[in-house]
Every structure is written in structure tokens, then in C-alpha cells.
């Protein structure tokens, strides 16, 4: 029906197909490429989920969800209800995943929607020709998906909600506990206390100069008697050197070369995303996700081309890419860079194991939109994770790099010392992208060594090094942690890492993660009352069992009952056996600068503080700063006390800021240079620590 209004044209609203996705941005692209026979609106995410102020699960009733609509979006859910009414056809385009499919399916449940209808459009990337193509053949709602999103929400109100109640009532308010969260709690805990029990083990090295004609190279101690040999202790090492005779040459024994490749890394998924972009960017896992969404869901590129989705969908565990996106790689590479750099074979990446691979590997969706062309167009942190996308994936379509290698064995008296040298012989893949490994690897180049030739012994340098225990968790390692016990899904790990942060369990000290004593007395609970939550085999278990409703070949009822029945017997046992935790206040030697009373250290939601005991009656707090017993090198009047930077950085500064403005981000120590009179700071350096003048005048290892 055609509507004329004077003179005007109308057309009817009941002509237009209505499409409901999630977010504004996206429906702003998908309606450009659609045409004005679509009208494209968004639901805001969630329309409905489990009520807050109550479990929302039958248990007794096949553990049936009671879902609500969520408060506030009473507004969204009228509006979607209007349109739907005077629409020709509806259709459901929720991201192509678990959670995507279930907001589709409580869309279709609110509009009255038949969910055989086939109304569900899903894509991989937000382009014209990919969306398009998808509207062609719309699907009916996949149940099992939904099934399996609806498994694992219904556990996890279960199981927090059970144990959170209790947490509130034996130790304190506002915590929470939870599967995967549990187990990202456990896994900085262990590693804390491996760091506390690791015995630093000594041993030694020997860095020599020998010279060739008039080629000098390094070589290291190696061993004996053509045995390589570990040296432990200081009189070993003058054992071996006892042994060479500096008159004498030593004679090269062996010299292999060969030529060895370095292929590149496979294009992202959303486990390594987060992880090299925590590495080279210094981005939080939730920001990466939150600029890899902008750029999934559309950037607008100027009149040309509008608004466009720049990269694929960004929660995948799978690293394959389509055909299409190979030949188009391929063609781009032939013409940039040569057919040299250009793959021959199609390269088989093998996921991880228990992947789902429903979608492609994270690439950009052309790989004609280079980093360089969108710099005006994208924000600083779009146009470096975009970057980061991009040249990965090109260079996971590149040929390999070349190096010569040669390895030189040389020998005297019995004493074998080694020469590794290396050359970048054709750059392949590094033209476009260098992880910190290929940034790190310079060309170490030996002179041209014969089997028969001589070398002379110039110099030594032996040094003593202590073995380091296991680095404290990162963002990156904790992510890759969790995914390589099979613990969580891509869609969990950034809210995972936020919660244990959020809760207080972890802090972060620089970039590391340190568990809290409240963390720790979580755990502690959680380990002896509920063993199975924190079991690593059990939560990944549970993944697999998702994955198998999503694949229809289990009943999502019988998966959670499966798993709950054990929980609600230690459920029951621990409401009895838990004894109340007390976190004592303790003293904090000073009375109160307000009332005089005794002042008191407190553990509070962000870490311990200062507190008047007289509270609530008088609410002086202060922060607890932490002298390291050295006297201000500035004013000579103040304390150096250990400071956090906005982003968590420990740093070092006069007690009597802002009158002295003294800064370090080294600690400074108790003694002052014998060079210049100058303060010295410990300094944390690759295989130990060092104290150093900051003029740069002096410096020293520590010895442990």
C-alpha cells in the first residue's frame, strides 16, 4: 500500500522488514547495506535473565530458569514490541554465538514469535556483500545453542548464588564466588606459593672473547671433555679456568651451519588477541574486547564507503580462516610485496584442544583496508589493535623467514667453549609483523671459521647468576592459563579477570598479578568445603558437556543435574561445618588525629587501611603507606615511602610530598655512590638485580 501525504511520498512502515540486533552502532551499518526496505533497531544486549534479588531456578522442577525482564529496559522492550507489531517480517541478527543466540530467542519470546519461524541471521563479519548474503537464508532459532547458553547461566546462579550467601555470613559482605572465577583465583594462588618455596639454585657462566685473524667473536664455557657441563659454584668455575692455558690457541673442532625457518603465528583468536595486545599494547583484556567490538561492529569510514565493519566476529577460539580470505591475502601480498612472500601451500593450523570452532580466526574483513589507510579515521587505541589484527593475519599468509645459523665448538685441554652465530637471510613474514621473540633476535654474526683453523682466548668473564622462581600471573598468562586447562570460554576470560579484581582476591602490582589475604581466605573455603568447584578437571569437564548440548547430543536438564547434586550435598555440609571468620582489626600503634582514640588497620574493599576505633562515631580513615627505611636523598627530612601510580605501578617518594617532590621508580637504598656522592636504587634487571647510580656512574650485582 502506498501512503501520499499533499504532494509527498510515504512509504507504509508495514512494508519494512524489522531486524533487531544489539548494539546502535551495529544496526546503523546493517540498515545502510540493507536499504530502506529494513528497519534496524537494537535491543541493548539482554532484554531478560534471571531476576538479582532471588535464585530464579525451580530446582525441584527440572531446574527451570524463571526469567524476567531486566529492570530498566522496560522503555526498549515497548519500542521493540511497536515496531514489531507494524513490520512485513521480523528477523533476529544477536552475534553468531551461545549468548547471541539466546538474546534472540528472549527477543522472540517477548514479540510473540513463532521460534520454528526462520528468522534468525547470523554473520561472521558486518560487510555489504557478507550481510546481504545472509539474509538469503535465514535460520530458525538454534535451541541447542540456546540450551547450552541456558546450562551453564543456570549453574552459575546456582552455584553463586549458594555460595555467595554463605561467604556474606562467615567472613564478609559483598563477596562472591563463582566456576571459572574460583579456579582464576586458584591459579594465582598456587603460584604465589610456589614463589614462596622456590630455593634459588647458583650457577655460573663463562662469556669469553676469542679472536680470529683480526675477528673477534664471543663464545661460552660449554664443558668438558666434550660433555657439556653445568657450572654451580665459583671454585668450579676456577677449576675450569686452571685448566686453560691463555699462551695456547684453542683449536675449532666443529662448525655446523645450517639454514632454518621461522614460520609465522597463526591469525588470532581471541585467546592470543587478548594476550599480545596485553604484551605489545599494555591493554587490559576488557578494553580489548571493548575496541575489538567497535571495530567488528562498524566504523565509519567517510562518504565512500560509510560505515563498515573493519575486523570478523571477536570471540572465537578457531584459527581458521575462508577461502575467501586466503585468495584475497594472496593477491594483496603478490601485489605489496612479491611473489617470494606469498604462500604457496594453504597453511593447517590446529586448534586447541576442545575448541569449538564456529567461527573464523579474528582478521580484518579486507585486507585492502590497511592500518595506514584508516589512520586519520580511526582513534589512537582503534588504529593500534587494528594494526595488530591486520598484520598478523597477513603474515600468517607470508612464506617463513630464513636465517643462516652456524654453531663453532672450540676446544683446549679438554675445556669446550660454543659460538652460535645468526643471519636473516630472506625476511619472509617479518616484513609485516615481529612478535617480541623476532624483536628481540638480532644478527649475531661469527667470522668465516673452518674446521682446522685456531682461535686465541682474548678474555673472560665469568658471572654468577641465582635461578628465578615462576613469574606472578599477567592479564596475558593468566588468560592462556585458563584456556590451556580448558577452563572457560573466549566470551569469559575478560569478565572472569575483571571479577577477581573487582571482589578484592587479586591485586595488581605492576603488571602482576598478587593474591589478597581476603583471596586467600576464599580460596581456603572454597578448596575445603567445595573441592569440585575448584577442580580444574571438573570446570573443564563441564565445558565439554556444554559444548555437547550445543552439538544436540545432550539434555541441558540432565547436564546440570549431573553436576549439581554433588554441589548441593557439600552445600549442605558446609552451612554447618563453616565456622565464622573473624578479620580482626589490628592496631595500628597511633591514636587518632581527630578524637584521640587508638587507631586501627582495617581490611576494607580495595585493601587494608587506616581506621578510628571509635567508628561510626568518628570516620577518620587514612591510607597506609609503606616505609622502606631510607631517609628522602632530596630534603634529607622525609621518609621514601612506596607509592601506586594510576595504573598500579609501585614508585617511590618523600613522606613530605608535596613539599619535596622527590620521585623514583626504583627503590633507593641506604648507601650513596663511591663515585660522585650520589644516591644508588635497586634496579630489577634481565637475571636478576642490580644497584645502580641513576647519573649512570656506577653499578654492581647483587649477591644473593
Same mark, same amino acid.
Given at each position: 500500500?502506498?501512503?501520499?501525504?499533499?504532494?509527498?511520498?510515504?512509504?507504509?512502515?508495514?512494508?519494512?522488514?524489522?531486524?533487531?540486533?544489539?548494539?546502535?552502532?551495529?544496526?546503523?551499518?546493517?540498515?545502510?547495506?540493507?536499504?530502506?526496505?529494513?528497519?534496524?533497531?537494537?535491543?541493548?544486549?539482554?532484554?531478560?535473565? @534471571?531476576?538479582?534479588?532471588?535464585?530464579?531456578?525451580?530446582?525441584?522442577?527440572?531446574?527451570?530458569?524463571?526469567?524476567?525482564?531486566?529492570?530498566?529496559?522496560?522503555?526498549?522492550?515497548?519500542?521493540?514490541?511497536?515496531?514489531?507489531?507494524?513490520?512485513?517480517?521480523?528477523?533476529?541478527? %544477536?552475534?553468531?554465538?551461545?549468548?547471541?543466540?539466546?538474546?534472540?530467542?528472549?527477543?522472540?519470546?517477548?514479540?510473540?514469535?513463532?521460534?520454528?519461524?526462520?528468522?534468525?541471521?547470523?554473520?561472521?563479519?558486518?560487510?555489504?556483500?557478507?550481510?546481504?548474503?545472509? +539474509?538469503?537464508?535465514?535460520?530458525?532459532?538454534?535451541?541447542?545453542?540456546?540450551?547450552?547458553?541456558?546450562?551453564?547461566?543456570?549453574?552459575?546462579?546456582?552455584?553463586?548464588?549458594?555460595?555467595?550467601?554463605?561467604?556474606?555470613?562467615?567472613?564478609? $559482605?559483598?563477596?562472591?564466588?563463582?566456576?571459572?572465577?574460583?579456579?582464576?583465583?586458584?591459579?594465582?594462588?598456587?603460584?604465589?606459593?610456589?614463589?614462596?618455596?622456590?630455593?634459588?639454585?647458583?650457577?655460573?657462566?663463562?662469556?669469553?672473547?676469542?679472536?680470529?685473524?683480526?675477528?673477534?667473536?664471543?663464545?661460552?664455557?660449554?664443558?668438558?671433555?666434550?660433555?657439556?657441563?653445568?657450572?654451580? !659454584?665459583?671454585?668450579?668455575?676456577?677449576?675450569?679456568?686452571?685448566?686453560?692455558?691463555?699462551?695456547?690457541?684453542?683449536?675449532?673442532?666443529?662448525?655446523?651451519? &645450517?639454514?632454518?625457518?621461522?614460520?609465522?603465528?597463526?591469525?588470532?583468536?581471541?585467546?592470543?588477541?587478548?594476550?599480545?595486545?596485553? &604484551?605489545? @599494547?599494555?591493554?587490559?583484556?576488557?578494553?580489548?574486547?571493548?575496541?575489538?567490538?567497535?571495530?567488528?561492529?562498524?566504523?565509519?569510514?567517510?562518504? &565512500?564507503?560509510?560505515?563498515?565493519?573493519?575486523?570478523?566476529?571477536?570471540?572465537?577460539?578457531? $584459527?581458521?580462516?575462508?577461502?575467501? %580470505?586466503?585468495?584475497?591475502?594472496?593477491?594483496?601480498?603478490?601485489?605489496?610485496?612479491?611473489?617470494?612472500?606469498?604462500?604457496? $601451500?594453504?597453511?593447517?593450523?590446529?586448534?586447541?584442544?576442545?575448541?569449538?570452532?564456529?567461527?573464523?580466526?579474528?582478521?580484518?574483513?579486507?585486507?585492502?583496508?590497511?592500518?595506514?589507510?584508516?589512520?586519520?579515521?580511526?582513534?589512537?587505541?582503534?588504529? /593500534?589493535?587494528?594494526?595488530?589484527?591486520?598484520? /598478523? +593475519?597477513?603474515?600468517?599468509?607470508?612464506?617463513?623467514?630464513?636465517?643462516?645459523?652456524?654453531?663453532?665448538?672450540?676446544?683446549?685441554?679438554?675445556?669446550?667453549?660454543?659460538?652460535?652465530?645468526?643471519?636473516?637471510?630472506?625476511?619472509?613474514?617479518?616484513?609485516?609483523?615481529?612478535?617480541?621473540?623476532?624483536?628481540?633476535?638480532?644478527?649475531?654474526?661469527?667470522?668465516?671459521?673452518?674446521?682446522?683453523?685456531?682461535?686465541?682466548?682474548?678474555?673472560?668473564?665469568?658471572?654468577?647468576?641465582?635461578?628465578?622462581?615462576?613469574?606472578?600471573?599477567?592479564?596475558?598468562?593468566?588468560?592462556?592459563?585458563?584456556?590451556?586447562?580448558?577452563?572457560?570460554?573466549?566470551?569469559?576470560?575478560?569478565?572472569?579477570?575483571?571479577?577477581?579484581?573487582?571482589?578484592?582476591?587479586?591485586?595488581? !602490582?605492576?603488571?602482576?598479578?598478587?593474591?589478597?589475604?581476603?583471596?586467600?581466605?576464599?580460596?581456603?573455603?572454597?578448596?575445603?568445603?567445595?573441592?569440585?568447584?575448584?577442580?580444574?578437571? +571438573?570446570?573443564?569437564?563441564?565445558?565439554?558437556?556444554?559444548?555437547?548440548?550445543?552439538?544436540?547430543?545432550?539434555?541441558?536438564?540432565?547436564?546440570?543435574?549431573?553436576?549439581?547434586?554433588?554441589?548441593?550435598?557439600?552445600?549442605?555440609?558446609?552451612?554447618?561445618?563453616?565456622?565464622?571468620?573473624?578479620?580482626?582489626?589490628?592496631?595500628?600503634?597511633?591514636?587518632?588525629?581527630?578524637?584521640?582514640?587508638?587507631?586501627?588497620?582495617?581490611?576494607?574493599?580495595?585493601?587494608?587501611?587506616?581506621?578510628?576505633?571509635?567508628?561510626?562515631?568518628?570516620?577518620?580513615?587514612?591510607?597506609?603507606?609503606?616505609?622502606?627505611?631510607?631517609?628522602?636523598?632530596?630534603?634529607?627530612?622525609?621518609?621514601?615511602?612506596?607509592?601506586?601510580?594510576?595504573?598500579?605501578?609501585?614508585?617511590?617518594? *618523600?613522606?613530605?610530598?608535596?613539599? *619535596?617532590?622527590?620521585?623514583?621508580?626504583?627503590?633507593?637504598?641506604?648507601?650513596? *655512590?663511591?663515585?660522585?656522592?650520589?644516591?644508588?636504587?635497586?634496579?630489577?634487571?634481565?637475571?636478576?638485580?642490580?644497584?645502580?647510580?641513576?647519573?649512570?656512574?656506577?653499578?654492581?650485582?647483587?649477591?644473593?
Amino acid at each position: 500500500m502506498i501512503h501520499w501525504k499533499g504532494a509527498l511520498y510515504v512509504p507504509s512502515t508495514k512494508q519494512k522488514n524489522l531486524v533487531i540486533v544489539e548494539s546502535p552502532s551495529k544496526a546503523k551499518t546493517i540498515e545502510k547495506y540493507l536499504g530502506r526496505n529494513y528497519h534496524v533497531v537494537a535491543s541493548l544486549g539482554h532484554v531478560r535473565d @534471571l531476576p538479582k534479588s532471588q535464585m530464579g531456578v525451580d530446582i525441584d522442577h527440572d531446574y527451570e530458569p524463571k526469567y524476567i525482564s531486566i529492570r530498566g529496559k522496560g522503555p526498549v522492550i515497548k519500542d521493540l514490541k511497536k515496531e514489531a507489531k507494524k513490520a512485513k517480517r521480523v528477523y533476529l541478527a %544477536a552475534d553468531p554465538d551461545r549468548e547471541g543466540e539466546a538474546i534472540a530467542w528472549h527477543v522472540s519470546h517477548l514479540l510473540g514469535l513463532d521460534d520454528d519461524d526462520k528468522n534468525r541471521v547470523v554473520f561472521n563479519e558486518i560487510t555489504k556483500d557478507t550481510v546481504k548474503q545472509a +539474509f538469503k537464508t535465514p535460520r530458525s532459532i538454534d535451541m541447542n545453542l540456546v540450551d547450552a547458553q541456558q546450562a551453564r547461566r543456570v549453574l552459575d546462579r546456582l552455584v553463586g548464588y549458594s555460595i555467595s550467601p554463605i561467604l556474606w555470613a562467615k567472613v564478609k $559482605k559483598g563477596l562472591s564466588a563463582g566456576r571459572v572465577q574460583s579456579i582464576a583465583l586458584k591459579l594465582v594462588i598456587e603460584r604465589e606459593n610456589e614463589i614462596k618455596k622456590f630455593v634459588p639454585q647458583e650457577y655460573w657462566t663463562i662469556e669469553s672473547i676469542f679472536k680470529h685473524d683480526k675477528d673477534k667473536f664471543k663464545a661460552n664455557f660449554y664443558g668438558l671433555n666434550g660433555k657439556k657441563v653445568e657450572l654451580k !659454584n665459583n671454585d668450579e668455575v676456577k677449576d675450569v679456568l686452571s685448566r686453560v692455558d691463555k699462551k695456547k690457541d684453542f683449536s675449532i673442532d666443529k662448525v655446523t651451519k &645450517k639454514e632454518r625457518k621461522r614460520m609465522p603465528a597463526a591469525p588470532f583468536t581471541t585467546s592470543s588477541l587478548q594476550q599480545e595486545a596485553n &604484551k605489545r @599494547l599494555n591493554f587490559k583484556t576488557r578494553k580489548t574486547m571493548m575496541i575489538a567490538q567497535q571495530l567488528y561492529e562498524g566504523i565509519n569510514l567517510g562518504r &565512500k564507503e560509510g560505515t563498515v565493519g573493519l575486523i570478523t566476529y571477536m570471540r572465537t577460539d578457531s $584459527k581458521r580462516i575462508s577461502k575467501v %580470505a586466503e585468495a584475497e591475502a594472496s593477491k594483496f601480498i603478490h601485489e605489496e610485496y612479491g611473489e617470494p612472500f606469498a604462500i604457496i $601451500k594453504e597453511r593447517k593450523d590446529k586448534n586447541q584442544e576442545g575448541a569449538q570452532d564456529a567461527h573464523e580466526a579474528i582478521r580484518p574483513s579486507s585486507v585492502f583496508r590497511t592500518p595506514a589507510s584508516l589512520k586519520d579515521i580511526l582513534s589512537r587505541d582503534q588504529f /593500534r589493535l587494528y594494526s595488530l589484527i591486520w598484520s /598478523r +593475519f597477513v603474515a600468517s599468509q607470508m612464506t617463513p623467514a630464513v636465517f643462516d645459523t652456524m654453531t663453532v665448538d672450540l676446544s683446549q685441554n679438554g675445556v669446550m667453549f660454543r659460538a652460535n652465530g645468526s643471519k636473516i637471510k630472506f625476511e619472509g613474514y617479518r616484513k609485516v609483523y615481529q612478535s617480541a621473540a623476532d624483536k628481540a633476535r638480532k644478527d649475531n654474526i661469527l667470522p668465516d671459521l673452518a674446521e682446522g683453523d685456531t682461535a686465541k682466548l682474548q678474555s673472560n668473564d665469568p658471572a654468577q647468576h641465582f635461578t628465578q622462581p615462576p613469574a606472578r600471573f599477567t592479564e596475558a598468562s593468566l588468560v592462556k592459563a585458563l584456556e590451556e586447562n580448558g577452563v572457560g570460554r573466549p566470551s569469559t576470560y575478560a569478565p572472569t579477570i575483571d571479577t577477581i579484581q573487582r571482589r578484592y582476591y587479586v591485586k595488581l !602490582n605492576g603488571k602482576s598479578f598478587e593474591p589478597t589475604e581476603l583471596g586467600e581466605i576464599v580460596d581456603n573455603l572454597i578448596q575445603a568445603y567445595f573441592p569440585d568447584i575448584v577442580n580444574i578437571d +571438573f570446570t573443564a569437564n563441564l565445558e565439554d558437556e556444554l559444548d555437547h548440548i550445543e552439538e544436540g547430543k545432550e539434555d541441558w536438564v540432565k547436564v546440570v543435574d549431573r553436576y549439581y547434586k554433588p554441589f548441593a550435598k557439600e552445600l549442605e555440609s558446609a552451612e554447618d561445618k563453616i565456622e565464622k571468620v573473624q578479620i580482626k582489626d589490628e592496631p595500628a600503634g597511633m591514636d587518632c588525629d581527630i578524637c584521640g582514640a587508638p587507631m586501627v588497620i582495617k581490611m576494607g574493599r580495595y585493601g587494608k587501611f587506616y581506621a578510628c576505633s571509635r567508628f561510626p562515631a568518628c570516620r577518620n580513615t587514612k591510607p597506609i603507606v609503606k616505609e622502606i627505611g631510607v631517609v628522602c636523598p632530596k630534603c634529607k627530612k622525609g621518609q621514601v615511602i612506596e607509592r601506586k601510580s594510576k595504573k598500579n605501578r609501585i614508585f617511590y617518594g *618523600c613522606s613530605r610530598y608535596p613539599d *619535596c617532590d622527590f620521585v623514583s621508580w626504583d627503590k633507593p637504598i641506604n648507601r650513596d *655512590c663511591p663515585k660522585d656522592g650520589h644516591y644508588l636504587v635497586e634496579k630489577k634487571v634481565k637475571g636478576g638485580r642490580q644497584v645502580i647510580c641513576p647519573n649512570g656512574d656506577y653499578e654492581e650485582d647483587i649477591q644473593k
